[in-house]
């Protein structure tokens, strides 16, 4: 199981961090990675972390502005968020993948990874 939270309103500019905690089966998570789909829109892929190397992937639109990042006592990948813009406007998903091999498979695409959270909103206005 996979819980979002720390979503919220935010004016451009600002920032924000969002959290997914991880229990159960995905205890064995491979990789966690954060999607977002704003309204309209497909659900895209924002950033990656390889949990045990700790290496980490960003789309080119958030790069240099969003940090993933795990800890792993807690069972918690965040995404801090910065320079928010409204295009960042959006439902913010949590995603793993317990399969050992999920870093040579594309970071990208949603059926790379087996578990989700409901998700978490996150509005820049």
């Known amino acids: 199981q996979l819980v979002e939270s720390g979503g919220g309103s935010v004016q451009p500019g600002g920032s924000l961090r969002v959290s997914c905690a991880a229990s159960g089966y995905t205890y064995n998570r491979n990789c966690m990675a954060w999607f977002r789909q704003a309204p309209g829109k497909e659900r895209e892929g924002v950033a990656r972390i390889a949990t045990g190397s700790g290496n980490t992937y960003y789309a080119d639109s958030v790069k240099g502005r969003f940090t993933i990042s795990q800890d792993n006592a807690k069972n918690t990948v965040y995404l801090d968020m910065s320079r928010l813009i409204p295009e960042d406007t959006a439902m913010y998903y949590c995603?793993?993948?317990?399969?050992?091999?999920?870093?040579?498979?594309?970071?990208?695409?949603?059926?790379?990874?087996?578990?989700w959270g409901q998700g978490t909103q996150v509005t820049v206005s």
């Open positions: 995603a793993a993948s317990t399969n050992s091999l999920c870093i040579d498979q594309p970071w990208r695409a949603e059926q790379t990874y087996n578990y």
